[in-house]
């Protein structure tokens, strides 16, 4: 395993599978083909895949089935789904891999360009600078945090009802600054943190971290709100509401210019205390949003008992929505009782042009994704506000990018 971006790919012997397959070798990727379910995983447990693609048409897959594997290898890498059939089909099917607790990550409708491919490798790339599997422990992730190497990079949310798509917020999220590997990605180090129970400890860190940006943001006027992510285990601590109220009374931090985003399976996990620490946070003018949201876990009715400000949509409805009949009727029902409700309702995941145009015609506020930027670090997000904020866009450009 010297390399550190491995593909594991179902078959890859069709159109689709051997575009990709070639794409990923020419980029640097280890390349392993299965063409059934014991080779499947084998392969995974042999190479430990960075990357998994999985081919919905693909004669004698069973996605269904390899999903199952990944799911008992307790997989961690994004699975890319890959179909030209049945888009209720692929939607489904990746509904199915995030119920099994999945990393699943875009879907691919084909025929897909070499663009596409090679933008879906990128995103999923690591590059250290330095070669070789790397299997981080407990204790050098909670002496990085003693040593202030865990950060936030910042990825912005835009209004997508206005022309310029001003950034209204932002959303944090966590980088490992290593002395020699250079910036980690959460996807390398977060599961060692859970099976740790370190989460409260790197949220202390991160939260830590975002309100002293904040402060040098509001020095220089272009503070927006900036959201921080709870995991499942942290919406049963009583304690978390004070925590993140002191961090930003000490200072003197307006509250509102923090909010906090929590995922959908997550807030039902235990939904008394949730209420409780949500209610608590909103009292004290933290706004609450959920993360994630797919309505497959919870209906959207059960949801607004809590004292939600934002619904996220998540990105595979988002990325459907387009041409999926479905997923769009889904989109477009969400958006109906969430704006009936009051809530913002937004969506990540955003990738392309075409995204962006459905999303804002079906009356969604706000979008965030790789179309208009990929995460910054806080020196490249503080030049970026500077920017929208002096900026006079001549053109009639209806959704600006902004890097």
């Known amino acids: 395993m010297s390399n550190p971006n491995r593909l594991l790919i179902s078959d890859g012997s069709d159109e689709t599978g051997s575009l990709i397959s070639h794409i990923a070798e020419e980029v640097g990727y280890s390349v392993t083909r299965a063409t059934n379910r014991k080779q499947f995983r084998n392969a995974y447990q042999r190479k430990v895949p960075t990357l998994v693609v999985l081919g919905l048409n693909t004669p004698d897959i069973d996605a269904i089935d390899y999903l199952r594997v990944l799911a008992t290898q307790l997989c961690r890498a994004p699975v890319i789904l890959t179909s030209g059939t049945d888009d209720r089909l692929l939607a489904t099917t990746h509904h199915l891999g995030l119920s099994f607790g999945l990393n699943m990550g875009q879907v691919l409708q084909t025929p897909v360009t070499a663009e596409t491919v090679r933008s879906m490798l990128a995103a999923a790339s690591i590059d250290h600078g330095t070669k070789g599997a790397w299997y981080p422990s407990a204790a050098a992730i909670r002496q990085a945090v003693a040593d202030g190497e865990l950060l936030a990079y910042f990825q912005p949310n835009v209004d997508l009802q206005q022309q310029d798509t001003p950034i209204v917020s932002s959303e944090a999220l966590v980088r490992w600054r290593h002395p020699i590997r250079g910036i980690i990605p959460p996807k390398e180090f977060l599961s ?212």
């Not at 804002?360 to 020196?379: I, R, T, V």
């Open 192 to 403: 060692v943190v859970e099976q740790a129970s370190m989460i409260g400890l790197l949220t202390d860190a991160v939260l830590t971290f975002v309100v002293r940006q904040l402060l040098r943001w509001r020095e220089a006027g272009v503070a927006r709100p900036v959201s921080l992510n709870l995991s499942a285990s942290q919406l049963e601590d009583l304690t978390l509401p004070d925590r993140i109220i002191a961090a930003l009374d000490e200072v003197g931090l307006d509250r509102s210019l923090l909010r906090i985003e929590i995922a959908e399976r997550a807030a039902m996990a235990n939904a008394k205390i949730t209420s409780i620490i949500l209610t608590r946070l909103r009292l004290n003018d933290i706004s609450v949003g959920l993360d994630n949201y797919t309505a497959q876990f919870s209906p959207l009715q059960q949801l607004l008992s809590l004292p939600l400000r934002e619904i996220k949509l998540e990105r595979s409805l988002v990325q459907l929505a387009p041409h999926d009949p479905a997923s769009n009727t889904l989109v477009r029902t969400i958006v109906a009782i969430g704006q009936e409700a009051g809530l913002t309702i937004g969506a990540e995941g955003i990738e392309t042009v075409e995204m962006a145009r459905t999303l804002q015609a079906m009356g969604c506020q706000e979008g965030q994704g790789f179309y208009f930027s990929k995460p910054l670090d806080a020196d490249d997000f503080t030049d970026l506000l500077q920017r929208r904020q002096d900026r006079v866009d001549p053109t009639n450009h209806p959704f600006p990018t902004y890097i």
